[in-house]
């Protein structure tokens, strides 16, 4: 079963609010091991979740930055 934009963006912010972090610490965060021509701002990650074109290692690195680990189990 594949997800929309809307459900994937929600599941992950649901996440971040449940860890306590803000975007705005996350990419923070983010951009503190980042060369200086990769760095992020939260407005482009948020637009990135509305229209689903996120990176699955940037959705990798939140995880981590927040205390998750995304695992895949077999159904």
Known sequence: MLMNNNAIRNEIKSYIAASGWSLVD??????????????TTPQNI?????????????????????????TWETR
């Open 46 to 70: 948020s637009n990135k979740l509305t229209r689903g074109t996120i990176k699955y290692s940037e959705v990798k690195e939140i995880a981590d930055i927040i205390g998750f680990t995304i």
């Open 26 to 39: 996350i990419v923070s965060k983010m951009n503190e091991s980042r060369p200086e021509g990769e760095k």
